[in-house]
């Protein structure tokens, strides 16, 4: 059996495994999209880099070289293959597992920290300096923050030169670049097309009514679809979120506040298949106040629909396990949703605590009616975006009916994340944060564990104080301690036991000891 066929095999994706050149090439030989994003692949004879599922025929392998980003390829001279588009593969699910400093500069990446800050504001943010910075994201991607940000910039221009009839101008600055002239030379080496002849190759493709800028939202492998958009159906926030059309056919809508303005973005249900390959996309239908906003936006929405996991890795581990594997393998596609705005996470967390899932929506849509900002002009059931911490941190919330002891903690809540004393941006340290969060009065381990789960995107949180969690263990033969054989993907795995005795355990969230000190 060759090298390949191994790592394809009981520990294909595992995070201690590490790929030589020939097993990639061999993975470019039989077209595996399931390492798209992982790796790319460039082909010196054409000038071009693919993705590993490229169906172009297989270059010869003294021909090839092997790339950890798309950033990497295009400093090395190389341009974006016309056929399978490489620069729209899912991001690497290894970003959402790593806690590192290059796991979180990406996370920060991908977030448009380095559009909107630099370099020296990346740097701030991770506590290194920018050399250290540069070095480390270099050593392992092959590029710097810079290139990592311009490949970025250059697929943001290339969806809106295609979706959209903005000038080439207002797509020059809308996607991060400084001048017109970078954004035409960085369009001209990475597509081999002046931005005008980019446009021309996507016309014909159908605009979303009302406007807006659609794309397809690509994911790898299998998607459960329905179970996402019923959790996040039953937890749709009146004012904010609404999820709309019959199951199958779905539609998620929420307001969106961004870092230039604010936006709506609706998700469809019914994706498509990715030519045979087991990944896909979901529809998505993105307008912006503010079209510099559209890679932020990108990436958020991607967060709440956790669209970079990797799928076969979770099932690897979970669909192992003797008591875990037949829910696992039952649904290979299931998510575990993260949040669009990080503070909104915590304080509906808050919300959350020994209520039902019904109530804390309730209690959710009450404060955005009476805190949140309203939108210039509803668009359908939408109505305002979520408050924003410093408006919460004195508030009295008498509105929301709950004991004082209740109204406090989110206040307190409000006020840590408006100072800084939490940070729950993309890129934090999430074991600083969930420090910073038990520290806080009425915040205790499900409150904190729940935040780390989405707030901050991490796949390996357990609940164990989770009613639901106890419930989908219990009806499998699982105690507490088997979830260490879980890990990395205990998130997953907490999704699977809600599933397995959904929707009654969503009856109480949380029934462990009130979380007040």
């Not at 009981?10 to 097993?23: E, K, N, Q």
């Not at 290194?128 to 697929?155: D, F, I, K, N, W």
Request: aromatic share 6%; with cysteine.
């Amino acid at each position: 059996m060759s090298d390949f066929r191994q790592w394809r095999g009981g520990r294909r994706r595992t995070l201690d495994c590490v790929m030589d050149d020939d097993s990639r090439y061999e993975a470019v030989r039989s077209r595996d999209e399931r390492f798209d994003g992982v790796f790319f692949t460039g082909v010196l004879t054409t000038g071009i880099y693919c993705r590993p599922s490229c169906p172009a025929v297989t270059p010869k392998r003294e021909n090839v070289r092997f790339f950890p980003s798309s950033a990497a390829a295009q400093r090395a001279g190389l341009r974006a293959c016309r056929r399978c588009r490489p620069d729209a593969v899912p991001g690497s699910a290894e970003w959402n597992v790593r806690g590192d400093l290059v796991g979180r500069a990406m996370r920060m990446i991908a977030d448009g920290v380095v559009d909107r800050e630099g370099v020296e504001g990346l740097a701030g943010r991770l506590g290194y300096s920018v050399r250290q910075v540069r070095r480390r994201l270099t050593e392992e991607l092959g590029a710097g923050p810079v290139a990592l940000a311009r490949a970025q910039r250059a697929h943001t221009a290339r969806v809106l030169l295609q979706t959209t009839a903005l000038s080439v101008t207002e797509i020059a600055f809308a996607a991060g670049f400084a001048s017109v002239r970078q954004f035409n030379d960085t369009i001209r080496e990475i597509h081999a097309r002046t931005p005008s002849e980019l446009r021309a190759a996507g016309r014909g493709r159908p605009a979303a009514e009302g406007g807006g800028v659609t794309l397809r939202l690509a994911h790898r492998g299998p998607y459960a679809a329905g179970e996402v958009f019923d959790f996040l159906g039953r937890r749709a926030v009146p004012g904010i979120e609404e999820v709309v059309g019959e199951p199958g056919d779905r539609v998620y809508r929420r307001t969106l506040a961004l870092p230039y303005g604010h936006g709506i973005a609706d998700v469809g249900e019914a994706g498509g298949g990715a030519d045979g390959a087991g990944g896909g996309w979901l529809p998505c239908r993105l307008r912006l106040t503010d079209l510099r906003d559209l890679t932020t936006a990108v990436q958020r929405v991607r967060r709440l629909f956790d669209l970079d996991a990797d799928p076969y890795a979770v099932t690897e581990r979970l669909g192992a396990d003797p008591l875990l594997g037949p829910l696992a393998r039952r649904r290979p596609g299931l998510r575990s949703p993260g949040a669009v705005d990080p503070g909104e996470s915590a304080v509906r967390a808050v919300l959350g605590q020994q209520v039902t899932v019904g109530a804390a929506r309730t209690l959710a849509g009450t404060l955005v009616a009476a805190y949140g900002k309203p939108l210039p002009a509803s668009d359908g059931s939408l109505t305002h975006l979520f408050p924003d911490p410093d408006g919460l941190a004195e508030a009295p919330l008498t509105e929301l009916g709950m004991p004082e002891s209740r109204r406090r903690t989110i206040r307190t809540v409000a006020t840590a994340l408006a100072d800084g004393t939490v940070d729950l941006d993309p890129g934090a340290d999430r074991d600083e944060a969930e420090r910073a969060l038990l520290a806080l009065r009425g915040i205790g381990p499900w409150t904190a564990g729940y935040i780390r789960m989405r707030a901050l995107g991490d796949p390996d949180v357990f609940l164990p104080g989770d009613a639901g969690v106890r419930h989908g263990a219990a009806r499998i033969g699982a105690a507490a301690e088997h979830a260490e054989g879980w890990r990395p993907w205990r998130s997953y795995a907490v999704h699977h036991l809600w599933n397995a005795t959904a929707p009654s355990h969503e009856n109480h969230r949380n029934t462990t000891t009130p979380e007040t000190r």
